[in-house]
């Protein structure tokens, strides 16, 4: 799609192809120069979905190009502006010029790549959860296979072989992750905050770290998707209010045994938390809002790079 002076293209990027107007590439280096030689008409506009690790050696060549910016769109905003067009079919070369028309119709912003450090913590960190999990299941398949006496002994040094061979492995991880935690400057600010240790600065460092520097802290809430989703239409205007869901659900997810550490072992924390439980929130809501505010806490110690301060976090409230 064309404005007088700017080329907008939409690309759907799979894992082994790219969809761009009625043509078609393959996601390898040589499918990439082929794009590169196709756009090579001026100033180009892309806009592409946030996709993973599928698109990100794509977003770096298209960012690296001349006359070309490239902007990573979250899914989520997409899908919500498909709907808007009233769009009924899902094909590739539908998705590629939704995303085209996106670019041009919504508010352009420039992606930026990350450091080759950062992004590298982010798989390091990104693994490690898959490990932790993979351990997890075949702990829970371990109880099992011994809770009866059918299950031949085999099969209990295997499983048993297995978690030891992953622990093994995410202590490696671990140890790489930590080395390059420790090359961001002001991270060891990090462990000065409630709940967070190694572990959960790892994973929580290894997503922050890549976002765009001048996010705002709020910009960060609505990221993880801890911003709260107000829904009052029709008959639900009663629903109660709830967070949106729509960002890093990974996020979410370092943020939670943190926060309901702090929540249940710091003061400041813990007062937060009881006195949003006495006016009438669910422990749930509660610990949501202390996820919130052990976000802002990172915000504030990775940018100023200065220790965590509850003075700072918790301000007294102001009388009228």
Same mark, same amino acid.
């Given at each position: 799609?064309?404005?007088?002076?700017?080329?907008?293209?939409?690309?759907?990027?799979?894992?082994?192809?790219?969809?761009?107007?009625?043509?078609?590439?393959?996601?390898?280096?040589?499918?990439?120069?082929?794009?590169?030689?196709?756009?090579?008409?001026?100033?180009?506009?892309?806009?592409?979905?946030?996709?993973?690790?599928?698109?990100?050696?794509?977003?770096?060549?298209?960012?690296?190009?001349?006359?070309?910016?490239?902007?990573?769109?979250?899914?989520?905003?997409?899908?919500?502006? !498909?709907?808007?067009?009233?769009?009924?079919?899902?094909? %590739?070369?539908? %998705? +590629?010029?939704?995303?085209?028309?996106?670019?041009?119709?919504?508010?352009?912003?420039?992606?930026?790549?990350?450091?080759? !450090?950062?992004?590298?913590?982010?798989?390091?960190?990104?693994?490690?959860?898959?490990?932790?999990?993979?351990?997890?299941?075949?702990?829970?398949?371990?109880?099992?296979?011994?809770?009866?006496? $059918?299950?031949?002994?085999?099969?209990? +040094?295997?499983?048993?072989?297995?978690?030891?061979?992953?622990?093994?492995?995410?202590?490696?991880?671990?140890?790489?992750?930590?080395?390059?935690?420790?090359?961001?400057?002001?991270?060891?600010?990090?462990? $000065?905050?409630?709940?967070?240790?190694?572990?959960? +600065?790892?994973?929580?460092?290894?997503?922050?770290?890549?976002?765009?520097? %001048?996010?705002?802290?709020?910009?960060?809430?609505?990221?993880?998707?801890? %911003?709260?989703?107000?829904?009052?239409?029709?008959?639900?205007?009663?629903?109660?209010?709830?967070?949106?869901?729509?960002?890093?659900?990974? #996020?979410?997810?370092?943020?939670?045994?943190?926060?309901?550490?702090?929540?249940?072992?710091?003061? +400041?924390?813990?007062?937060?938390?009881?006195?949003?439980?006495?006016?009438?929130? $669910?422990?749930?809501?509660?610990?949501?809002?202390?996820?919130?505010?052990? #976000?802002?806490?990172?915000?504030?110690?990775?940018?100023?790079?200065?220790?965590?301060?509850?003075?700072?976090?918790?301000?007294?409230?102001?009388?009228?």
């Amino acid at each position: 799609m064309h404005s007088t002076d700017i080329c907008f293209v939409g690309i759907d990027v799979a894992a082994t192809t790219l969809a761009v107007c009625r043509k078609s590439f393959a996601n390898t280096s040589t499918g990439h120069r082929k794009l590169l030689s196709w756009l090579d008409r001026g100033p180009v506009r892309v806009c592409m979905e946030a996709t993973g690790p599928y698109g990100l050696d794509l977003a770096a060549t298209l960012h690296a190009a001349p006359d070309i910016a490239v902007m990573v769109a979250n899914p989520r905003a997409v899908r919500d502006f !498909a709907r808007a067009l009233m769009s009924r079919n899902k094909t %590739d070369r539908v %998705d +590629a010029d939704t995303l085209s028309q996106h670019a041009e119709r919504m508010p352009f912003k420039p992606w930026t790549p990350p450091p080759q !450090a950062l992004l590298e913590l982010r798989h390091i960190a990104r693994h490690i959860t898959v490990l932790t999990n993979t351990k997890a299941a075949e702990k829970n398949r371990l109880h099992a296979a011994r809770a009866t006496r $059918t299950t031949p002994a085999c099969v209990i +040094a295997a499983l048993d072989d297995h978690i030891a061979a992953l622990e093994r492995r995410i202590t490696v991880l671990e140890i790489e992750a930590a080395h390059r935690l420790a090359e961001i400057d002001g991270v060891e600010h990090v462990l $000065t905050i409630p709940g967070i240790a190694q572990k959960s +600065a790892i994973q929580l460092v290894a997503e922050l770290a890549v976002l765009p520097t %001048d996010m705002t802290k709020r910009q960060w809430v609505a990221h993880a998707g801890l %911003d709260p989703r107000l829904v009052e239409s029709g008959s639900s205007i009663n629903r109660p209010t709830r967070i949106s869901r729509n960002g890093n659900r990974r #996020l979410r997810k370092a943020l939670y045994m943190p926060a309901l550490a702090a929540a249940h072992r710091h003061p +400041a924390f813990a007062t937060f938390y009881q006195r949003l439980i006495a006016a009438g929130l $669910t422990k749930l809501q509660a610990l949501v809002a202390v996820m919130r505010k052990l #976000l802002h806490a990172l915000y504030a110690v990775l940018k100023y790079k200065q220790p965590f301060d509850p003075d700072k976090l918790f301000k007294p409230r102001q009388c009228a």
